[in-house]
């Protein structure tokens, strides 16, 4: 049995001097976004709420800003597992 994940789901993000935008993730890897490792980049974001070029880009940051704890938990994570693998490289 094959699942298929849905990956278009659209989301809504509060902007300080803009109001509730909605936004996605982009096509090419939306699927990763249930990957625990995945660390989100600027581009994986896009803005569906039509906004002026200059308020979209300051949306566009405050939205990548808000998944600032989310990609240091990655990191943290990522970090755990390389010290872990190093320390049973050094055992061999």
Known sequence: MNK???TDYIFQFDSDDHGTVD????KK?????HHAVWMVKKSD???LTKLPAADAKIVHQELFKSFDSVNQSV??????KARERRARSKKC
């Open 75 to 80: 990191r943290d994570h990522n970090n755990k």
């Open 45 to 47: 974001l896009v803005l």
């Open 4 to 6: 298929t994940i849905k």
């Open 29 to 33: 890897v939306a699927d990763k976004m």
């Open 23 to 26: 936004w996605q993730f982009h």
